[in-house]
């Protein structure tokens, strides 16, 4: 979520350096951390390491054999903290109270010379930025009315994306399930909670079901705590329930969603047994961890407003796991562009779908990063969808707005959805190129490095998905 955006709303929340990369400029595009600014493309995990952005008391191994863990770890004096199957990784953690300053080289350099392992990197940790949102004016009805849905009518990403034309075909099917790996989703919003999977999942603290996925009570107090509502505003966007009378319209309303909780958040009580890691970080091993288990359980789709401005061995080996799985990934391009459109490597990862983030006028917006990854674009300003509040909206209120490529890109994966409930089988190459081919061309003609191939068309993207 990363934002830069300082009037009318906050945007998003990059949550991590972008961490979450879909909030806006100031505060609301992907997860997004702060810092790019320094050395904007240098990727490498030496810059991550000089920058301080890798744990200090933790490594993340892949293995050869996972069946090594134990002895890998006992011979070099460190413990297992994190096992991710799917990709024969483990984080392994040191269980000293204050590693020496060079544990990290020396930890590296030993694993390195092990042959039962494959790599050994440090593991990316990225504090997250401030978010920022925009509440709606007090005198709009949120419920009822003579309308489907009372909010519906300020949702231009939807009639931009030619959303109502699509639903003609498709609102969606139940069994095509979009992964949102983000700060959580609130289980028990009314406009969400019925098109939201049992197997939702905090990749955090290895916790399954939607309240261990729900974001943390002060998420719902609104204000600079906005950006924990992010991963609740991504889900929205993607399939908040159409029809129920009920504030808006997600693009594929009859889809599930499984919330795939990353970091902790703040919490009025932390888990005493993460005392050691910072709670408003966003972690790689755990962004990992998330991915395999959405892949793993049902997943077809995953949205993943956030990034990262390092490169990742783990997380490229959770990505390219989830593809070759036939899970279709889409990335939000970052919000960076003011200071130099710093890689979001998750998004440059082969096989994804970069989202950059256009505006009420159709054009890219000053926040949205460029970049050779940039698949396509999608509706990212003002971006009205669901929040967590409290006591039924007297403390911020259950509908908000957001800017940044956090929110293009789950408008670009809830189109994905709907095409894949038209030909569930397509593949994620398949999918890619139909939201490339069917997109609306903006910008000079062609591809370019802020549109990608178009702003995403809904329409267009389902007839041709059911022509093939």
């Given at each position: 979520m990363a934002r830069r955006m300082t009037h009318r709303v906050g945007i998003g929340a990059l949550l991590a350096l972008f961490a979450l990369s879909g909030c806006g400029v100031t505060g609301g595009s992907p997860l997004s951390t702060g810092g790019a600014s320094q050395g904007a493309n240098d990727t490498s995990m030496m810059a991550a390491r000089k920058a301080g952005r890798v744990q200090k008391d933790a490594v993340l191994v892949k293995l050869k054999n996972l069946a090594d863990a134990e002895a890998v770890a006992k011979a070099h004096g460190l413990e297992v903290s994190r096992r991710i199957n799917g990709i024969q990784l483990v984080e392994l953690r040191t269980t000293a109270k204050a590693p020496a300053a060079d544990w990290l080289d020396v930890t590296l350099r030993k694993l390195g010379a092990d042959s039962r392992v494959a790599f050994a990197e440090p593991n990316l940790s990225l504090r997250l930025k401030s978010s920022a949102s925009d509440e709606l004016p007090s005198n709009v009805a949120l419920e009822g009315g003579s309308g489907e849905d009372p909010l519906r009518r300020l949702q231009y990403s939807l009639?931009?994306?030619?959303?109502?034309?699509?639903?003609?075909?498709?609102?969606?099917?139940?069994?095509?399930?979009?992964?949102?790996?983000?700060?959580?989703v609130d289980a028990k919003h009314k406009d969400l909670k019925a098109n939201l999977s049992a197997d939702a999942y905090d990749a955090f603290s290895d916790r399954k079901g939607l309240d261990a996925a729900s974001p943390e009570m002060v998420s719902r107090l609104g204000g600079r705590f906005a950006s924990l509502g992010h991963g609740t505003h991504v889900a929205g966007i993607i399939g908040a329930v159409a029809g129920n009378k009920v504030g808006i319209s997600g693009v594929a309303p009859n889809c599930t969603m499984m919330p795939i909780k990353i970091f902790p958040g703040l919490s009025l009580?932390?888990?005493?047994?993460?005392?050691g890691q910072d709670q408003e970080s966003v972690i790689a091993g755990v962004v990992?961890?998330?991915?395999?288990?959405?892949?793993?359980?049902?997943?077809?789709?995953?949205?993943?407003?956030?990034?990262?401005?390092?490169?990742?061995?783990?997380?490229?080996?959770?990505?390219?796991?989830?593809?070759?799985?036939?899970?279709?990934?889409?990335?939000?391009?970052?919000?960076?562009?003011?200071?130099?459109?710093?890689?979001?490597?998750?998004?440059?990862?082969?096989?994804?779908i970069g989202v950059g983030a256009t505006d009420e006028d159709d054009r890219v917006t000053f926040f949205s990063n460029a970049g050779k990854y940039v698949s396509i674009a999608a509706p990212g300003s003002r971006v009205l969808s669901t929040m967590p509040s409290l006591f039924n909206g007297m403390v911020s209120k259950p509908y908000q707005y957001m800017d940044g490529t956090s929110m293009a890109c789950p408008n670009a994966a809830g189109v994905a959805a709907l095409v894949k409930s038209v030909k569930p089988n397509l593949s994620p190459a398949q999918v890619k190129d139909i939201l490339e081919k069917s997109a609306d061309d903006r910008g000079p003609a062609g591809y370019d490095t802020d549109y990608g191939h178009g702003r995403v068309n809904a329409e267009r993207a389902v007839a041709l998905a059911k022509a093939m």
């Open positions: 009639d931009a994306m030619k959303v109502e034309q699509a639903w003609q075909t498709t609102r969606g099917d139940k069994k095509i399930v979009v992964a949102v790996i983000d700060s959580g009580k932390p888990d005493p047994r993460f005392a990992a961890q998330g991915i395999v288990y959405a892949t793993d359980h049902g997943a077809q789709i995953i949205n993943m407003s956030l990034g990262f401005p390092h490169e990742s061995q783990a997380l490229a080996a959770a990505v390219q796991y989830a593809l070759q799985k036939n899970v279709t990934v889409l990335v939000a391009a970052g919000n960076e562009r003011l200071e130099g459109s710093p890689i979001n490597t998750l998004a440059n990862q082969p096989g994804v």
